[in-house]
T-cell receptor, first 113, second 114 residues
């Protein structure tokens, strides 16, 4: 158990819909990261938050947004969903030091039908 | 920018065979290097890491040495088991110009046959 909690574990929704994925980081970790894992794109970094503020942006679509709340949990919002958004979405957390490990949750499987 | 290249899979081995999965990186500065493993149907788990040149990370019989001169971090295990069947990801974090997130290779799928 990494200590990073993600909900829901599985989600099936229709094209055009909007979903929210939730993440609770490990106790004491201020950084939260979101990654997307798909068969064709591999593991793609989406976005990072540190203590409530956006720190880095990767390959995140404009239809996607995220935020980190004062209690440090984070949400990833995916809107106007397309079939190609079907993927495993990972949340991860760490402290900010580069040598320290980034710990991953078990992921949220999103299927868009 | 920083990047990681690892050998393409899939790799199929017999139980007790020797495993090497090659990983090389491109980075400015001095990144930390990681191997993560993803067992079927599960999330990503840290397997081992090394934070500076010549460090050796090890766990569960797996080893990898941070080689700055060859910019490599190859994963090795002397005798694989069926339970090692998984996808292995090499990754780096940090180094010059880094934003602190992990940069992953494409993953190598390992299948071990009894």
């Amino acid at each position: 158990d990494s200590g990073v909690t993600q909900t829901p574990k599985h989600l099936i929704t229709a094209t055009g819909q909007r979903v929210t994925l939730r993440c609770s980081p490990r106790s004491g970790d201020l950084s939260v990261y979101w990654y997307q894992q798909s068969l064709d794109q591999g593991l793609q970094f989406l976005i990072q938050y540190y203590n409530g503020e956006e720190r880095a942006k990767g390959n995140i679509l404009e239809r996607f947004s995220a935020q980190q709340f004062p209690d440090l949990h984070s949400e990833l919002n995916l809107s106007s969903l397309e079939l190609g958004d079907s993927a495993l979405y990972f949340c991860a957390s760490s402290d900010q030091r580069a040598g320290n490990t980034i710990y991953f949750g078990e992921g949220s499987w999103l299927t868009v039908v | 920018g920083n990047s990681v290249t690892q050998m393409e899979g899939p790799v199929t081995l017999s139980e007790e065979a020797f495993l090497t999965i090659n990983c090389t990186y491109t980075a400015t500065g001095y990144p930390s290097l990681f191997w993560y493993v993803q067992y079927p149907g599960e999330g990503l788990q840290l397997l081992l890491k090394a934070t500076k040149a010549d460090d050796k990370g090890s766990n569960k019989g797996f080893e990898a040495t941070y080689r700055k001169e060859t910019t490599s971090f190859h994963l090795e295990k002397g005798s694989v088991q069926v339970s090692d069947s998984a996808v292995y990801f090499c990754a780096l974090r940090g180094g010059g110009g880094s934003q602190g997130n992990l940069i992953f290779g494409k993953g190598t799928k390992l299948s071990v046959k009894p």
